[in-house]
C-alpha cells in the first residue's frame, strides 16, 4: 500500500458551475429550496444531487440523508458521501464550498471513491465536478488552501 498527498487544483476540477452533464441541480422543480445560509452544512451535502461517472449511468441522483441506492438488471447500485469533507471558498465568491468523497458501488466488491467539488449557489449545494480517487482508496484528509484541495490517500 502507498501513502500519498495528492494535490488537486480546483482550477481543472471547476470548469463549469454545474453538476453532471451539464446538468444544473440547482434549477427546475426538483432540487431543495434555497436555504438561507451561504454554507453548505452536512445536512445540506448529504441531501444534494451527484453522479459517480464510475458507477451511476443515469445522470445525478439525489441523495438522502448521505446515501442513494437503485437496482437494476446489472445488480444494485450505491452511492454514499462519506468522510472526510472539507469547507473553503473554491470559486471567489464569498460562499463557503466543500470538497466530499463519494463512494460508489455497482453491486460488486469495489467501492469507487470519486472527490467531488459541492458550489454554493445562493445555499443551493450543486455538484460542480468530480475526479476519480480509485477502487477502495482509503481516504484521511481533505483540505482546502486558497483554490487548491489537497488528499491525504492511501492507495494499493
Not at 445522470?59 to 445488480?75: I, K, M, N, Q, Y
Request: with cysteine; charged share 20%; net charge negative.
Amino acid at each position: 500500500m502507498k501513502r500519498a498527498l495528492l494535490g488537486v487544483v480546483s482550477a481543472v476540477l471547476l470548469i463549469a458551475a454545474v453538476g453532471c452533464g451539464g446538468r444544473d441541480e440547482s434549477a427546475g422543480t426538483s432540487a431543495p429550496h434555497p436555504r438561507p445560509s451561504s454554507s453548505l452544512d452536512d445536512a445540506a451535502l448529504g441531501n444534494g444531487f451527484y453522479c459517480s461517472s464510475d458507477i451511476i449511468s443515469e445522470g445525478p441522483v439525489r441523495l438522502a440523508g448521505g446515501s442513494w441506492s437503485a437496482e437494476d438488471a446489472e445488480g444494485k447500485q450505491t452511492l454514499e458521501l462519506g468522510p472526510p469533507r472539507a469547507r473553503g471558498d473554491l470559486d471567489g465568491d464569498g460562499r463557503e464550498d466543500a470538497a466530499v468523497i463519494l463512494l460508489g458501488s455497482g453491486g460488486g466488491s469495489g467501492v469507487f471513491v470519486d472527490l467531488a467539488v459541492v458550489l454554493d449557489r445562493n445555499g443551493v449545494p450543486v455538484h460542480a465536478a468530480s475526479a476519480p480517487l480509485g477502487d477502495r482508496v482509503q481516504v484521511h484528509e481533505i483540505r482546502i488552501e486558497g483554490t487548491d484541495i489537497l488528499v491525504d490517500v492511501t492507495q494499493q
